[in-house]
């Protein structure tokens, strides 16, 4: 019997992959490190924020990778423009939430999840 319906955020709910991308590419490049390629990117795609720069950049010292961090969760950079959403999703999600309770799973930080238009235009239906 199912009790409710989870969904991801990245890569479900919207399609952040170049947005993502993007964003690393610009955010390794103010720093000074090497801009992912979309290869690179590939591998770390969904892992959590912290994770995904530190294997971008190479960086294991926390310390280090402080101002780096700091300016990711301020999302300085990020193109939303560039994130789409899957065609048909906001009726899914009506018809899914009239029968079951409807919840998000994601490795985003919390504070950001309905930060993007896109998620706050479903935001409801959670």
């Known amino acids: ?8 955020v990245d890569g479900v709910l919207i399609d952040s992959f170049e947005a993502n991308l993007k964003f690393f590419q610009t955010l390794t490049k103010h720093f000074g490190y090497p801009e992912p ?5 590939k591998k770390w795609f969904h892992f959590p924020l912290r994770d995904t720069l530190k294997g ?3 960086i294991s010292s926390d ?5 780096i961090w700091q300016r990711a969760v ?3 950079d990020y193109d939303a423009s560039l994130v789409g959403s899957p065609e048909g ?3 899914v999600l009506t018809e899914l939430s009239s029968q079951y309770p409807l919840g998000v799973v994601t490795s985003r930080i919390r504070s950001a999840v309905y930060e993007l238009p896109q998620m706050a235009a479903i935001q409801s239906h959670f």
């Open 56 to 58: 971008l950049t190479g």
């Open 1 to 8: 019997m199912i009790k409710a319906v989870l969904f991801d």
């Open 89 to 91: 999703l906001s009726e």
């Open 74 to 76: 301020n999302k300085v």
């Open 37 to 41: 390629t979309r290869e690179d990117y």
């Open 63 to 67: 310390a280090e990778l402080e101002p």
